[in-house]
């Protein structure tokens, strides 16, 4: 059972489809707007935020940091592994709750990549561009994340 917290973002879209290719029973978080196509992911089940969150996931993958991090130790089962994207976990929590909880940081992996990109080529994963902007516009690009925008990437493009 995993949990992402988040699912419909530009990281959380991929741990949605990612822990559903690999046989996850995903329970994924958003905005109700954003059930449909989290449920499009892979997802099989959905939660607002202002939704009772049930406890015992085997994984929390927490793309959001803070607040959402700090309620998905208790969400994680004892044994469980609790991944997060914004800050490095509180170990001090983790142990007094017996779980497993790493800070993901990102390392370019050829092989990793290849893999990915077979996901896509065989139609199993499906990349999620919300935005684009040319990279003149990068600024704009960062400083759109603070505003509503459709789930999925913002894409910065080259040429």
């Known amino acids: 059972r995993v949990l992402v917290q988040g699912g419909a973002g530009g990281v959380g879209s991929y741990a949605v489809q990612l822990a559903a290719i690999l046989g996850g029973i995903v329970t994924a978080t958003g905005h109700a707007g954003q059930r449909d196509f989290v449920l499009g992911l892979g997802a099989t089940s959905f939660l607002a935020p202002d939704a009772a969150v049930p406890e015992g996931f085997d994984v929390v993958i927490d793309t959001i940091g803070g607040a959402v991090l700090d309620a998905s130790y208790g969400m994680t089962r004892r044994g469980g592994r609790l991944v997060t994207l914004s800050a490095p ?31 896509v080529d065989e139609g199993k994963l499906r990349p999620v561009v919300s935005q684009a902007f040319p990279l003149r516009d990068g600024r704009q690009a960062f400083e759109s994340a603070t505003k509503p925008h459709p789930p999925g990437k913002t894409v910065l493009l080259v040429r």
Not at 92 to 97: E, H, I, N, S, V
Not at 105 to 112: K, L, S, Y
Request: charged share 15%; hydrophobic share 60%.
């Open 89 to 119: 976990p509180s170990a001090d929590k983790a142990a007094a709750l017996g779980v497993q909880a790493m800070f993901f940081i990102v390392t370019p992996d050829a092989a990793e990549l290849a893999r990915l990109a077979g996901l």
